[in-house]
């Protein structure tokens, strides 16, 4: 019954058991290397042609974990009932039979032995019953797989929901319920489809009476794994609420026929071609007849996740790695060649297996150009300093700067010490991730390359977490965060809402880094080409195209499976939505996501590529043997763990991938030569050149293989910059200027982040600091990224963005006593986001996502919005006001401070953070740096404060499980500021006007 109805072995096991045991999806890593369903040999059912979509760039994806108060899964059954959740079972069923006083049952099945036309007349009777239960005024439609059995087989349930939904419409019914009952279900990705595809709710029978008979509770576990499930499908889209996802179609089909499509997902994403109806129901009577011919009722391993003989296939097979390893041990012609065999003799696995090179007239070998040129097109694409050892990250830095190409930090920052240590250990792309872990000043201008990452081929719309485990004392101190805690990242940036926002960002890190590209990391979707566009015009010199076969240290196995397209649809459509918008030539296309041969990156330049990123390829290269535990911590060969033990095992040598690369380039050139091209560059986008191997093949890939338009191409951005950055980098080489004094506008941007940029690139710190006075209303990221010994201070107001990235510089805000007094906003949004030190001071109050991801920073403000202090690992922050609800979501570390008064209930997350009253030491700490703020703001607020006569009326915000005392937390913030040592009756409530509190104030 389970194998009819779509369930295999490794699903049950890997996919359904860890939502019965543990109550959450089952979480993987290594990417996904099979086959996709369009391309199996094995007869997959409906959902495995379906990807989830999600949000990058034009809107932001939201943390349903963290910001749950803002999520809802209330199903509306017309205006007779609403569900808690769209999730039924067999008790709530019953319940609306007696509520809803006429239901109308409509089975989708049919007699298998009618075969597809029995399956086609199924769906029209279900469309002809739906329209009738319409006419006849029922109040809610029951579609139901019950009664499948040898004799009857069930349509496809995504199918049988879009006809009968469709029907509904068209017959004037759309206020009608549609609940669907079903054994096919298995997982969120499958009841997320049936609700976009039109389904009210979902009984999953079979799925619950399994889960039922697992475990005690298995069914109410597996209930809350799926409803956290659904939360972060819409999440990803940036959705709250389950009711405007439903009849969405807000997924993408993959390898389905533009027929199928327009007759049942007319509004979903469509990439390749492919399968018809004919052939998804003879899918289905296959599968039917094949589950009760069996003298077994075991279920079969289709090989999904891991590598089986008789399974899936998969590119990274363990004959691949076998061959790769031995070619890298014994770097023979011999043994290259019998490497290079396997993708070239593989079976359909990736949509460029479909695809080959039309034959042309050979050139010579040394008419083309040379291996170093071509080897300066590879990068090892983004691989944190955490997800993998120390040792692992170091190696492939050394051996891409060795080879001319690049290596990629990923979103773990690096070690300080490989800036002066001249080990060539120095990885040439940094990224600028949304968690902005050791994302510092230094570590921005010491790149030769920027990459903002929007998303990740693995679990693009989502964010991620380091896990405990892993968060060594090492990796803590590169990340600015507390050993043994998991550390969060954020699934949007929360400085990037917009394609606006992100081009603010663009600018910030040139304005640090005027030398170094700037890059940004999209995924394969419907659409991308329009949102590259967008990134072009935003300013990036780099877009970087990653496939949903690209590689994570860990991500849930669903996202896994069902999130991203194939690279291949991705850059063809960036390609050309880039050339017919006259942009192509602004950018570098970049793509990733499953490289390994030659003939990989050849059809990646024919399909638009300028550049070519590998990730699990170099890895298998220094000796990863795919066992796909980087997630457990517990790689066996010292390459994805932090384990102190295990990284002993690593014998990886930069050599090693030396090896891999250069005989990669050697292959290059020789296919280039064999096609009659001298470069690479000749062939960029020269998508004539490619032709399908078989007839299927050019029927699915029709559209990807459409000539590219070549309309004129406008030249490069310029920005409109203010000058008010130039006069400040005036005043770094000259001794003279202690304090200088300047207007500032809107217009001015990312004011401090040019002049903290040039002082670390001259190594020429100012002796002792330098303090700037800025009069006006400054413009968005002011004192963006400011280093140790800047002093800003703005008399005025601030746009969003303020001390973005602080790295130990000081910045100070008023707007006059009475602002302060009457609790006047006197900065924008997103304050203090990313800061690893420093100290910020404003006398007013700030706007939403204030501190977010502080791991650093001292800050008082007066007032802040919602979600202040969201994902915090270190630093200390006071809110002398009214602070908005969601405070602490997701915060791990570091101390907040509020007043008693100014939060309620609901005003702080219950989930992350707790409040505790003061300690004595802990007020003393706070009048001291409660003095500093009014020295430099002339507070109206503090000075009430701290001229009463009781103790400061404040409680402590700290993490559910601190990660340290609050004594250490407040030393290691104390130690970033430079303070003389103060005792407590030096401290003392006095009145303002007296001498010794202007004497108290001197010392600060």
């Given at each position: 019954?389970?194998?009819?109805l ?10 359904f058991?860890?939502?019965v ?6 979480v993987w ?15 997959r ?6 990807k989830?979509?999600f949000?990058?760039v034009?809107?932001?994806p939201?943390?349903?974990l963290?910001?749950?108060h803002v999520?809802?899964l ?7 009932a ?55 005024n029922?109040s ?5 797989d019950?009664?499948?059995g040898?004799?009857?087989a ?10 009968v ?6 017959a ?16 969120t ?6 609700i976009a ?8 029978y ?29 999440a ?14 807000l997924f ?29 129901l003879?899918?289905c ?11 077994t ?19 990274n ?9 031995r070619y890298?041990?014994s ?12 993708g070239?003799?593989?079976?359909p696995i ?11 007239d050979?050139i ?5 150009e040379s291996?170093?040129?071509?080897l300066?097109?590879?990068?090892t ?8 050892s ?8 050394i051996a891409?700067?060795r080879?001319?190409?690049?290596s ?11 800036y ?12 600028v991730a ?18 903002i990452k ?13 896990p405990?485990?892993?968060?060594s ?9 507390t ?6 990242s954020?699934?949007?940036?929360h ?13 910030d ?14 995924v394969a979707s ?10 072009a ?5 780099v877009?970087?195209?990653?496939g ?9 196995l669903?996202?896994?499976k ?5 690279w291949?649809?991705g850059?063809?459509?960036?390609h050309?939505?880039?050339s017919?918008?006259?942009l192509r ?7 990733d996501g ?17 550049e070519?990123g590998f ?9 990863c ?14 390459i ?20 891999f ?17 001298r ?22 890939l ?8 070549t309309?004129?191409?406008t ?15 005036k005043t ?7 304090q ?20 670390l ?28 010994g ?8 601030a ?12 910045i100070s ?10 609790g006047d ?13 420093g ?12 501190a ?6 001292l ?28 405070l602490?979501?997701?915060m ?22 707790r ?15 409660l ?35 609050v004594?250490?937390?407040?030393t290691?913030?104390?130690a ?8 407590r ?20």
């Amino acid at each position: 019954m389970m194998a009819t109805l779509g369930w295999t072995e490794d699903q049950f096991r890997l996919l359904f058991r860890p939502l019965v045991e543990e109550g959450q999806e089952a979480v993987w890593s290594m990417g996904d290397d099979a086959a996709p369903a369009s391309l199996s040999k094995l007869r997959r059912p409906l959902w495995d042609y379906c990807k989830q979509r999600f949000a990058q760039v034009t809107n932001p994806p939201i943390d349903s974990l963290r910001e749950s108060h803002v999520m809802s899964l209330r199903a509306h059954l017309g205006d007779i009932a609403v569900l808690p959740s769209p999730l039924l079972d067999s008790g709530q069923l019953k319940t609306l039979d007696r509520h809803f006083q006429s239901i109308a049952p409509i089975a989708f099945t049919f007699p298998a032995s009618e075969g597809v036309g029995g399956a086609k007349s199924a769906l029209e009777r279900i469309r002809e019953q739906a329209k009738t239960a319409v006419s006849e005024n029922q109040s809610l439609v029951l579609l139901t797989d019950r009664n499948i059995g040898a004799q009857h087989a069930a349509l496809p349930a995504l199918l049988a929901i879009a006809a009968v939904w469709k029907s509904l419409v068209q017959a004037g019914g759309c206020e009608l319920p549609l609940v669907i009952e079903t054994g096919q279900v298995i997982d969120t990705h499958h009841v997320a489809l049936l609700i976009a595809a039109g389904a009210s709710a979902v009984l999953p029978y079979l799925a619950l009476e399994q889960a039922s008979s697992l475990a005690h509770g298995g069914a109410r576990r597996y209930r809350v794994a799926i409803e956290k499930g659904l939360r972060k499908v819409i999440a990803r889209m940036g959705i709250s609420a389950i009711a405007s996802y439903r009849n969405s179609q807000l997924f993408e089909t993959v390898g389905l026929d533009a027929e199928l499509c327009d007759e049942f997902f007319e509004d979903a994403g469509r990439a390749l071609g492919g399968k018809g109806l004919h052939e998804i129901l003879q899918d289905c009577i296959d599968r039917h007849c094949e589950a009760f011919a069996g003298k077994t009722t075991d279920l079969r391993d289709f090989g999904l996740y891991r590598f089986r003989h008789s399974g899936e296939q998969h590119a990274n097979s363990p004959e691949v790695v076998r061959r790769m390893h031995r070619y890298i041990k014994s770097p023979t012609e011999e043994n290259y060649a019998a490497f290079v065999e396997l993708g070239e003799q593989r079976d359909p696995i990736a949509v460029r297996d479909l695809l080959e090179v039309a034959p042309a007239d050979p050139i010579p070998l040394d008419e083309v150009e040379s291996e170093a040129s071509i080897l300066s097109r590879f990068s090892t694409q983004a691989m944190s300093l955490g997800a993998v050892s120390p040792e692992t990250h170091r190696t492939l830095a050394i051996a891409m700067n060795r080879l001319g190409a690049r290596s990629n930090t990923g979103e773990g920052g690096e070690d300080r010490e490989v800036y002066s240590d001249f080990s060539g250990a120095n990885n040439r792309v940094k990224q600028v991730a949304s968690a902005r872990f050791g994302v510092t000043t230094e570590y921005l201008v010491h790149a030769d390359e920027l990459e903002i990452k929007i998303a990740q081929g693995a679990k693009p719309g989502e964010g991620g977490q380091l896990p405990a485990s892993k968060v060594s004392a090492y990796i803590a101190r590169l990340r600015h965060a507390t050993p043994n805690m998991v550390l969060i990242s954020p699934p949007p940036h929360h400085d990037i809402y917009s394609i606006e926002d992100l081009a603010q960002l663009i600018y910030d890190l040139r304005a640090v880094n005027p030398r170094a590209r700037i890059g940004v990391k999209l995924v394969a979707s419907t659409g991308v080409g329009i949102i590259a566009a967008g990134v072009a015009k935003a300013g990036a010199d780099v877009i970087t195209i990653s496939g949903h076969d690209g590689g994570t240290g860990a991500s849930p196995l669903s996202s896994i499976k069902n999130t991203g397209l194939p690279w291949e649809a991705g850059l063809r459509d960036t390609h050309v939505a880039l050339s017919k918008a006259g942009l192509r030539g602004r950018v570098r296309l970049r793509v990733d996501g499953g490289f390994k041969f030659a003939r990989d990156v050849i059809l990646a330049a024919l399909l638009g590529a300028d550049e070519f990123g590998f990730g699990t390829a170099a890895l298998l290269a220094l000796g990863c043997v795919m066992a796909r535990q980087c997630h457990l911590n517990t790689c066996p060969v010292g390459i994805a763990t932090q384990d102190e033990r295990l990284r002993t095992r690593f014998t990886g040598k930069p050599e090693m991938v030396e090896t891999f690369f250069r005989g990669l380039a050697r292959e290059v050139r020789e296919r280039l030569a064999g096609m009659g091209a001298r470069s690479i560059e000749e062939i960029v986008g020269w998508v004539e050149r490619l032709r399908p191997r078989t007839a299927e093949a050019a029927r699915a890939l029709a559209d990807l293989l459409q000539p590219t338009p070549t309309p004129p191409q406008t030249g490069c951005l310029v920005d409109d910059d203010t000058r008010l950055h130039v006069e400040l980098n005036k005043t770094i080489g000259d001794a003279s200027v202690s304090q200088r004094r300047f207007r500032i506008t809107s217009a001015d941007r990312s004011i401090g982040a040019h002049l903290s940029g040039e002082i670390l690139r001259r190594l020429d710190l100012p002796d002792g600091s330098r303090s700037y006075e800025f009069v006006g209303s400054a413009g968005q990221s002011f004192g963006a990224f400011l280093v140790a010994g800047l002093n800003f201070h703005l008399a005025g107001e601030a746009n969003d963005y303020l001390g973005k990235g602080l790295s130990g510089g000081t910045i100070s805000i008023s707007a006059g006593e009475q602002a302060s007094r009457r609790g006047d906003v006197v900065a924008g949004n997103t304050v203090l986001y990313g800061a690893t030190s420093g100290e910020l001071y404003v006398a007013g109050r700030v706007g939403e996502r204030f501190a977010v991801r502080n791991s650093g920073a001292l800050a008082v403000v007066e007032g802040a919005g919602q979600h202040a202090c969201e994902y915090m690992t270190a630093g200390v922050v006071i809110i002398l006001g009214p602070a908005g609800t969601n405070l602490g979501a997701g915060m791990t570390g570091g101390l907040a401070y509020l007043l008693r008064d100014s939060i309620g209930g609901h005003g702080y997350n219950h989930q992350s953070v707790r409040l505790a009253p003061l300690e004595v030491r802990e007020e003393i700490w706070l009048r001291r740096v409660l003095l500093k703020h009014f020295r430099l703001t002339n507070s109206g607020r503090v000075a009430e404060l701290l001229n009463s006569n009781s103790p400061l009326p404040l409680l402590r915000v700290e993490p559910l499980v601190p990660p340290c005392t609050v004594a250490e937390t407040w030393t290691a913030t104390l130690a970033r500021v430079e303070r003389p040592t103060v005792k407590r009756q030096e401290t003392p409530v006095l009145p303002l006007e007296s001498p010794t509190f202007r004497e108290a104030l001197a010392v600060m």
